[in-house]
T-cell receptor, first 116, second 113 residues
């Protein structure tokens, strides 16, 4: 079966532009996570969606970041007015249920964002 | 403050030897801990999970231990092969009912033929 897919794989943008990153989770997975990975850094939690519950946005670094998940499936992470410090690899992961149950997370290949 | 640390940024080991990677944490009471493998340009791939009431878990050439007194997990790869070269990440769930995984920065393992 298909794994988690993300698009685009690479995105180069100019400072101040908005970008949208897309994640297609594994079908049937109720939990979806976005992470950011900067060079030499660990995965930084951004946002978590679980079923129809309100998302946990506690990891979003600023109000320029937002995300939505439509129909409990596809998710879009939007970064407005991008800054150079937003440059990183953005990873999406899905799991069958919440991580509290110990479910493994399946990661997509990531989107490498470069802000010039 | 809460911290999760993987003590070595990089580890070089001779093929055939056992690689041991360390994950230490402070100010957490994790319900469980997971280990992932990440290859360059790819997302992490799940390897093993160990729960707080388990001392050891094995899967083929992999072994994970979990010592909640020392606040440490050890990840072993026996009979290491060049194909095992990758970055290995530990991640923990902070407590019962929590759903946020916190990841360490990873250890880059290089197995030298």
């Amino acid at each position: 079966g298909a794994g988690v897919s993300q698009s685009p794989s690479n995105k180069v943008t100019e400072k101040g532009k908005d970008v949208e990153l897309r994640c297609d989770p594994i079908s049937g997975h109720t939990a979806l996570y976005w992470y950011r990975q900067s060079l030499g850094q660990g995965l930084e939690f951004l946002i978590y969606f679980q079923g129809n519950s309100a998302p946990d946005k506690s990891g979003l670094p600023s109000d320029r970041f937002s995300a939505e998940r439509t129909g409990g499936s596809v998710s879009t992470l939007t970064i407005q007015r991008t800054q150079q410090e937003d440059s990183a690899v953005y990873l999406c992961a899905s799991s069958l249920n919440s991580a509290s149950a110990g479910n493994e997370q399946f990661f997509g290949p990531g989107t490498r964002l470069t802000v010039l | 403050s809460q911290k999760i640390e993987q003590n070595s940024e990089a580890l070089n080991i001779q093929e055939g030897k056992t690689a041991t990677l360390t994950c230490n944490y402070t100010n957490y009471s994790p319900a469980y801990l997971q280990w992932y493998r990440q290859d360059p340009g790819r997302g992490p791939v799940f390897l093993l999970l160990i729960r707080e009431n388990e001392k050891e878990k094995r899967k083929e050439r992999l072994k994970v231990t979990f010592d909640t007194t020392l606040k440490q997990s050890l990840f072993h790869i026996t009979a290491s092969q060049p194909a095992d070269s990758a970055t290995y990440l530990c991640a923990l769930i902070s407590g019962a009912g929590s759903y946020q995984l916190t990841f360490g920065k990873g250890t880059k393992l290089s197995v030298i033929p």
